[in-house]
């Protein structure tokens, strides 16, 4: 699980491997990827401690996690953007089923990976960990890395209260939250986006997939 520095980066598998690591020091980020807008989301927790928030622009963003990683020897990265991509046989993307389609009041709703914002912020999330690898280079954390996913909002939400809702579902996770991207056909292919930026292997797994939703929490900011 380690990449060329000294930072180590896992990817959890399973919803036995994501419980043994939920109670370790975690942030989530709802990740934006706009150019001067606080258009990031991020909460964080350490033990039983009130989670803590904060907005911040995309390189405001990777600074705060490159600071909060730091300080810690291992850790829970969870970021809300596609981090795996997925391929058929024929080599054309296909949607990560089933958790980017949903159908709500009779119609169905599509958030693939590689679609519109999923694509943009697929890009910001190469770039994200391409650029947070260089600034962790001198740490020796052990970093765990999951995706979070917000499902389709029958409310409205914003960036941090999106990062808290995928930290809280985190800290309890249930097998039906938790979605494992693999091909489901021979020739097809599931592949790490880490992988793609060289902050990992690309022989890595891809990173489990936390599936929450907004419904029911305060406005807590």
């Not at 020739?187 to 929450?212: D, K, Q």
């Amino acid at each position: 699980m380690d990449h060329s520095g000294p930072v180590k980066f896992g990817f959890p598998q399973g919803v036995e491997e994501v419980r043994r690591v939920s109670e370790l020091p975690t942030m989530a980020v709802d990740l934006g990827f706009a150019k001067k807008r606080k258009s990031c989301g991020l909460a964080w927790q350490i033990s039983d401690d009130e989670p803590s928030t904060s907005r911040a622009t995309f390189g405001q963003c990777i600074d705060k996690v490159a600071d909060f990683l730091k300080e810690k020897s291992t850790s829970v990265l969870i970021v809300e953007a596609p981090l795996s991509s997925l391929f058929d046989s024929a080599g054309n993307p296909k949607p990560r089923m089933p958790f980017e389609e949903a159908q709500i009041d009779g119609t169905v709703h599509r958030r693939y990976w590689y679609v519109g914002a999923g694509g943009a912020i697929g890009l910001g999330a190469i770039f994200f960990f391409s650029r947070l690898s260089e600034l962790t280079m001198q740490a020796s954390d052990t970093v765990h890395v999951i995706e979070g996913f917000v499902s389709f909002k029958t409310q409205r939400s914003d960036d941090v209260e999106d990062a808290l809702a995928l930290l809280k579902e985190f800290r309890n996770p249930t097998e039906a939250k938790l979605c494992q991207i693999e091909p489901n056909d021979p020739e097809g292919r599931a592949i790490n986006m880490l992988g793609v930026s060289h902050v990992v292997s690309p022989e890595e797994p891809c990173p489990m997939v936390i599936v929450t939703t907004v419904e029911g929490l305060d406005q807590e900011s």
